[in-house]
């Protein structure tokens, strides 16, 4: 990790730190906390029928907290390199002490193939190599892959939407990104703390390359056409 990315990492894990406590209220309906991700994410794992699933960037446990209750005699648990938000999640009772580890998601400390499904809700936007994280998941995955993101060519008016893909298609958005965010890659918001800018296509291929089915779900209402996503 060079000192540009490490510096990154330690804005993204302050910021963390210090809105833990108020973290639930400031992301409310996202992620792990939207009913129709949840929704979605549990009519998925009912066609894997998993046994152990881990939750990569856990936050405060809403995400474990849904899935050990909906699916039962599922052994979840999670992996969170914020020790602040491991302790609200013991702290509101969503998680016992002990099933949250601390630790990275771009170094899992498991065995290959270990676990039924590994799952990310929402934080790969907050990591300058998401695709580090995602091949982690890959590896230690024994039937599922699920990752819940955002996506840059959803976000915006239809007309900034087109252009981003557009962009991104002339091979420019880099470089366009590279001047936006005046050459950090990154913006900082009162709400979020850091974010890249990131797309779940952006993993399309890594996912491609080991899996056998894809399945992507939108977590809204859109009206997909033919040449309005980057694959």
Not at 163 to 191: F, P, Q
Request: with cysteine.
């Amino acid at each position: 990790m060079n000192s540009s990315e490490h510096d990154a990492v330690a804005i993204q894990r302050e910021y963390c730190t210090k809105t833990a406590a108020q973290y639930d209220a400031m992301h409310a309906g996202e992620g792990d906390a939207q009913p129709e991700i949840l929704r979605s994410v549990h009519a998925l794992l009912q066609m894997v029928q998993p046994g152990t699933l881990l939750d990569v960037g856990s936050g405060t446990g809403r995400g474990i907290q849904f899935l050990r209750g909906a699916i039962p005699n599922l052994s979840a648990f999670g992996i969170e390199p914020v020790h602040a938000l491991i302790d609200q999640s013991v702290e509101k009772g969503r998680v016992p002490a002990g099933i949250t580890l601390q630790g990275s998601g771009g170094a899992l400390p498991f065995k290959d193939a270990s676990i039924d499904v590994v799952c990310s809700f929402a934080i790969l936007h907050h990591v300058r190599e998401p695709n580090k994280i995602v091949r982690e998941m890959l590896r230690v995955a024994r039937k599922a892959v699920l990752i819940v993101g955002s996506n840059r060519f959803g976000q915006g008016s239809w007309a900034a939407r087109v252009l981003k893909l557009a962009l991104y298609k002339m091979g420019l958005w880099r470089v366009v990104n590279y001047v936006k965010t005046r050459g950090k890659g990154y913006m900082i918001s009162e709400g979020d703390g850091l974010a890249y800018s990131y797309s779940v296509y952006d993993s399309f291929d890594c996912l491609a390359s080991a899996a056998a089915h894809l399945v992507v779900n939108p977590a809204g209402a859109v009206k997909a056409k033919s040449g309005s996503t980057p694959c």
